[in-house]
């Protein structure tokens, strides 16, 4: 039971470029959630999933698009990538009102 | 609109009891929770309490939930230098579907 996993750890992007990050949850969870952590910012709501095929916008969710095509998993991709967008970005998943992280993806746009 | 606010350090001795504090501002709060952020992992739940609790316990860790005044508080007794980490403090709201609004943290740094 691996729980949450996130691919890739650490990626560099150039400005404009694209990139698709994924999330994986084996505990058959509906619920998945995408946050981006910034230094002294918490953690802020991109976009969420309350189920296979469904998915909302969170709090900031300008320049990420998402899908999730299986209940499995939940990819956040950035279409043309902004220095704005460097941070580690964190998926979760729930089935009621406990949600388990995972690891983390540290993105880096130059 | 929605509001978690918290120190963001917080300094103690080994051995020494750490508080905590966090303030919210929606009153229809259902759930609220606190995490603790190792350096360079992801978030893991340490406790919640449910919003018709004052106190919940649970071993070192004691929650206190003052819904008059909108203040959280984890206080971890005998505190190790392994309890050194960022907590964050969140709550979720009643309809909100799940979502979680976060704290900006606070950084526990426990000196041996």
């Known amino acids: 039971n691996a729980g949450v996993t996130q691919t890739p750890k650490f990626r560099v992007l150039k400005t404009g470029q694209s990139m698709t990050l994924l999330c994986a949850q084996d505990m058959n969870h509906e619920y998945m959630y995408w946050y981006r952590q910034d230094p002294g910012m918490g953690l802020r709501l991109i976009h969420y999933s309350v189920g296979e095929g469904t998915t909302a916008k969170g709090e900031v969710p300008d320049g990420y698009n998402v899908s999730r095509l299986k209940k499995q998993n939940f990819l956040l991709g950035l279409e043309s990538a902004a220095p704005s967008q460097t941070s580690v970005y964190f998926c979760a998943s729930s089935y009621t009102f406990e949600q388990y992280f995972g690891p983390g993806t540290r993105l880096t746009v130059t | 609109g929605e509001d978690v606010e918290q120190s963001l350090f917080l300094s103690v001795r080994e051995g020494d009891s750490s508080v905590i504090n966090c303030t919210y501002t929606?009153?229809?709060?259902?759930?609220l929770y606190w995490y603790k952020q190792e350096p360079g992992a992801g978030l893991q739940l340490l406790t919640y309490?449910?919003?018709?609790?004052d106190m919940k316990q649970d071993q070192r860790l004691t929650v206190l939930l003052n819904k008059k005044d909108k203040h959280l508080s984890l206080r971890i007794a005998d505190t190790q230098t392994g309890d050194s980490a960022i907590y964050f403090c969140?709550?979720?709201?009643?309809?909100?579907?799940?979502?979680?609004?976060f704290g900006k943290g606070t950084k526990l740094s426990v000196k041996p």
């Open positions: 309490i449910f919003s018709n609790m």
């Open positions: 929606d009153s229809s709060s259902t759930y």
């Open positions: 969140a709550e979720s709201i009643r309809g909100s579907q799940g979502n979680l609004i």
